[in-house]
């Protein structure tokens, strides 16, 4: 009888392991796919692509046990060879191979290159031809880095005591309202692709105090604009036992600073392919959302057409001015309108025509919504019913209220919208992995 104990070491090294000690002079073997081939006559460069970078390999005729004719771009290989140290190499160093075994190869030729540093070709036709051009090591650099940002979200939090939880993405209405929602049927009943994680992840406020979540939403609207999908990533938390609802912006800060270091130290080598000039976050300017108006407005001669929200134009001229004023890519704005806010939004005591909610703006776009919640059932009740709203269709969220929740409140941040406006790319398709807009439902 055999049995199954735990993880191999396999035979076949990292780049990581060779990277950081000294090989040099010693035989090793390693995995990855056929990136280019150079072929110089006795001599030729088959780059390996791997998942943690590039390695050069040296095929020499006489030397290697192999007939290079017979290999494709693109095939998977397992390489023997000798480590030799070459400064202008990936990493300092080269493999001089002396046998290569070939695991598969494709049935066609690629119908794109791939292999140029960056990818000379149209936004649609990388979308069309995703599942290859993501093999392009500056493609697949962007998603590195948002890979530590979500790692960086998830390690600070539960530094911070959260707990990450899981929550339905079916459900039998909205927590945003309005009619841009996927409808389903569901076994002959009503149901909804969630908008928001928001009325779940309060109720694990009333279970655990603070929770996160990074999970799909999922928004109807018939756009075609170049920073919204129908389907995008929501890093999402909650936090009970707030004084003021700028704790919440407090504990975002961290997270991007944390975040923001994490990427430096471990996210260099993506960082640096991609020209990517970390922000400051150790102060994020603060405003409220009437005031902003009136500063751009003034300053760069903007008549303010409509009181109750921030068109696009008015959040790129907020940017501009807090970069030119405070040196921030960075900007909270404040005590959005109640009239544009969710019903859940608890209004300001000194002021019930302003919430206390706010929005980051990173370079002159949302990328955050937050704000603190209504905790008292009657008010929550009460504020339905202002708005036409009937509670007792959503009677079992407001259970929470009705047998006790702390003051709480929260936010979500637009994964891929954070990502773009960090590697300063135009469109938001370009920092999502497989867009689903009007259009696209495919790859």
Same mark, same amino acid.
Request: hydrophobic share 35%; aromatic share 10%; net charge negative.
């Given at each position: *009888?055999?049995?199954?104990?735990?993880?191999?070491?396999?035979?076949?090294?990292?780049?990581?392991?060779?990277? %950081?000690?000294?090989?040099?002079?010693?035989?090793?073997?390693?995995?990855?796919?056929?990136?280019?081939?150079?072929?110089?006559?006795?001599?030729?460069?088959?780059?390996?692509?791997? @998942?943690?970078?590039?390695?050069?390999?040296?095929?020499?005729?006489?030397?290697?046990?192999?007939?290079?004719?017979?290999?494709?771009?693109? %095939?998977?290989?397992?390489?023997?060879?000798?480590?030799?140290?070459?400064?202008?190499?990936?990493?300092?160093?080269?493999?001089?191979?002396?046998?290569?075994?070939?695991?598969?190869?494709?049935?066609?030729?690629? =119908?794109? @290159?791939?292999?140029?540093?960056?990818?000379?070709?149209?936004?649609?036709?990388?979308?069309?031809?995703?599942?290859?051009?993501?093999?392009?090591?500056?493609?697949? @650099?962007?998603?590195?880095?948002?890979?530590?940002?979500?790692?960086?979200?998830?390690?600070?939090?539960?530094?911070?005591?959260?707990?990450?939880?899981?929550?339905?993405?079916?459900?039998?209405?909205?927590?945003?309202?309005?009619?841009?929602?996927?409808?389903?049927?569901?076994?002959?009943?009503?149901?909804?692709?969630?908008?928001?994680?928001?009325?779940?992840?309060?109720?694990?406020?009333?279970?655990?105090?603070?929770?996160?979540?990074?999970?799909?939403?999922?928004?109807?609207?018939?756009?075609?604009?170049?920073?919204?999908?129908?389907?995008?990533?929501?890093?999402?938390?909650? *936090?009970?036992?707030?004084?003021?609802?700028?704790?919440?912006?407090?504990?975002?800060?961290?997270?991007?600073?944390?975040?923001?270091?994490?990427?430096?130290?471990?996210?260099?080598?993506?960082?640096?392919?991609?020209?990517?000039?970390?922000? #400051?976050? %150790?102060?994020?300017? *603060?405003?409220?959302? #009437?005031?902003?108006?009136?500063?751009? $407005?003034?300053?760069?001669?903007?008549?303010?057409?409509? =009181?109750?929200?921030?068109?696009?134009?008015?959040?790129?001229?907020?940017?501009?001015?807090?970069?030119?004023?405070?040196?921030?890519?960075?900007?909270?704005?404040?005590?959005?309108? $109640?009239?544009?806010?969710?019903?859940?939004?608890?209004?300001?005591?000194?002021?019930?025509?302003?919430?206390? $909610?706010?929005?980051?703006?990173?370079?002159?776009?949302?990328?955050?919504?937050?704000?603190?919640?209504?905790?008292?059932?009657?008010?929550?009740?009460?504020?339905?019913?202002?708005?036409?709203?009937?509670?007792? #269709?959503?009677?079992?969220?407001?259970?929470?209220?009705?047998?006790?929740? =702390? =003051?709480?409140?929260?936010?979500?941040?637009?994964?891929?919208?954070?990502?773009?406006?960090?590697?300063?790319?135009?469109?938001?398709?370009?920092?999502?992995?497989?867009?689903?807009?009007?259009?696209?439902?495919?790859?």
């Amino acid at each position: *009888m055999e049995f199954i104990k735990g993880v191999k070491q396999k035979e076949t090294m990292e780049l990581s392991e060779v990277s %950081s000690k000294d090989y040099a002079g010693k035989t090793i073997r390693m995995e990855g796919t056929v990136h280019t081939i150079r072929d110089m006559g006795e001599v030729a460069f088959v780059i390996l692509r791997r @998942a943690d970078g590039l390695v050069q390999c040296v095929f020499e005729e006489g030397k290697t046990d192999f007939d290079l004719s017979l290999l494709k771009e693109e %095939s998977a290989i397992r390489v023997t060879g000798v480590v030799s140290a070459e400064e202008r190499a990936p990493h300092g160093f080269e493999l001089r191979l002396t046998a290569i075994e070939v695991l598969s190869q494709p049935a066609e030729v690629l =119908p794109i @290159a791939i292999s140029k540093w960056k990818l000379k070709t149209s936004l649609e036709t990388k979308l069309a031809l995703r599942p290859i051009t993501l093999r392009n090591p500056m493609e697949r @650099a962007k998603f590195r880095i948002q890979e530590g940002i979500v790692r960086g979200f998830r390690d600070f939090l539960h530094l911070q005591k959260f707990t990450e939880i899981r929550t339905p993405k079916i459900v039998a209405r909205g927590a945003e309202g309005g009619s841009n929602v996927f409808k389903l049927d569901y076994f002959n009943k009503k149901a909804e692709l969630g908008q928001s994680p928001q009325f779940y992840k309060q109720t694990m406020v009333g279970v655990y105090d603070r929770v996160f979540e990074v999970a799909p939403v999922f928004r109807a609207e018939k756009h075609n604009t170049t920073r919204h999908i129908n389907e995008y990533t929501s890093m999402d938390f909650e *936090m009970g036992y707030i004084d003021s609802f700028v704790e919440i912006m407090e504990m975002e800060t961290g997270m991007l600073q944390y975040t923001f270091d994490l990427l430096l130290k471990e996210y260099a080598p993506e960082l640096k392919m991609l020209k990517v000039q970390l922000p #400051d976050v %150790s102060n994020i300017p *603060m405003v409220r959302f #009437d005031q902003a108006k009136e500063l751009v $407005s003034e300053k760069y001669n903007r008549k303010i057409r409509n =009181p109750y929200d921030l068109e696009p134009e008015e959040e790129v001229l907020i940017g501009r001015y807090f970069k030119e004023e405070c040196g921030s890519d960075f900007v909270f704005v404040t005590h959005y309108p $109640s009239k544009k806010r969710p019903f859940y939004a608890m209004d300001d005591p000194a002021d019930e025509r302003f919430t206390l $909610s706010f929005d980051l703006l990173f370079k002159g776009l949302e990328i955050t919504t937050g704000g603190q919640r209504i905790h008292d059932y009657d008010t929550i009740v009460k504020k339905m019913e202002s708005r036409g709203m009937n509670p007792e #269709d959503i009677s079992t969220y407001l259970m929470i209220f009705r047998y006790g929740m =702390p =003051p709480h409140g929260g936010l979500g941040i637009g994964l891929e919208r954070l990502t773009m406006r960090l590697l300063d790319e135009a469109n938001i398709r370009e920092t999502t992995l497989f867009p689903r807009d009007v259009t696209r439902l495919e790859p």
